[in-house]
């Protein structure tokens, strides 16, 4: 049976680990979709494109492994794109496959033909077309690391119509396969070589020679040159608050890790994003009300995983001289509406993991500033009641 370049990206998939795929079926892709479904991926047809790339979101926060959608040409690709901002916002690891009209016909009014790189560039961390099948490997190969790497966030693959189907098809659509007796004038000929030797480099490589190989998850970075300071703050602070958000919560697998880990520190902490629900609903660290006035009252405000935005008051609500740590995989999120005593460009949840070592037991008096806190809880929870 002929491969194509759908067959080699279902390949290359399966090599990573993926296991759904999400679409909205469309002609400008049907062989990515055969691809993967031969490989055992399961296709799942939605009902619009935007579904299709929440869905791939949604894998990709609750597994950590990257999503995968894939979408057909033009109105496809634009309709992805409050999904596609919506992953950037999140920070989620996400690949979006998009079709696209044929190389030769590009710019030329072809169907759904249009500028698709500069319509997603400025909300994916790359935007890449596959322009030969020698292409296919490197470019999804990077995609896939790109979309993990320092700060996560979506991908965006063009997949060209020609480049997909079969070689010996294609052909036959260009005229670039000889036709015995055919005859033709100089401008005629002069067409048809272009369109063979165009064909000739999309196909420059051999299907059966692309041997897509295992890729592994790297391990993001732990800056262990912050932890002894970190620990120092932590050590002489009175009332020290942890504020936990999503990016702590990129490798969900270990999510029973970071559990520990809090309770080890023994700091009360606010769980925002995909941190909520990580110590269970009776955690005694654990504060759900009153985070504003938590935040005034603090003497240390140590921010793990997200930026100091709305849910913050931005930075307006920190006690005066406070102390902030910032541990972020993001330059500008770690800055963002403060000036951190202590910012530190990490990973959040190795960070609180390593830092949960250093210490080697929370100081008696954070008990205090905890039934604090608890009961500032409570009194909300009563005035809820009462009005419900």
Known sequence: MELNSGDIIGQVLRKCGITYLFTLCGG??????????????????????????FAADAVARITGIPG??????????????TALKNAQMAQSPLILLGGAAPTVLKNRGALQDIDQLALVKSIVKMAVPIKRNCDILPVLEQAYDVCRSGVPGPVFV??????????????????????????GGMRSKLLEYYLKHHVDQMFACEFEEMKPGEYSIRSPDLNESMVLKAADLLATAKKPLLIIG????LQPDKADNLADAISSLG?????????????GKSHSLLRRHQRRKALTDADLVFIAGM????????????????????????????RLNCRPDLPILSDPFLF?????????????????????????DERHEDFILKRS
């Open 307 to 334: 930026p100091c935005d709305f849910r913050l008051n931005y930075g307006r609500s920190f006690g005066p001289g406070a102390k902030i740590i910032s541990v972020n995989r993001s330059k500008v999120d770690l």
């Open 28 to 53: 400008h892709i049907s062989p990515i979709l055969a691809g993967a479904k031969k490989e055992g991926i399961r296709v799942i047809d939605v009902r619009d494109e935007a579904n299709a790339v």
């Open 158 to 183: 063009e997949c060209p119509i020609d480049l997909l189907y079969n070689e010996s098809l294609v052909r036959e659509w260009y005229g670039a396969k000889p036709e015995v007796g055919r005859k």
């Open 68 to 81: 995968v959608a894939v979408v057909t040409a033009g109105p496809g690709v634009t309709n992805s794109i």
């Open 267 to 279: 700091i009360p902490v606010f769980l925002t994003g995909m941190a909520r629900g990580l110590l």
């Open 352 to 376: 609180l993991c390593a830092i949960s070592e250093t210490l080697s037991s929370p100081p008696l008096n954070w008990k205090a500033w905890n039934h604090q806190l608890q009961q500032n």
């Open 246 to 249: 999503s990016q702590a919560l």
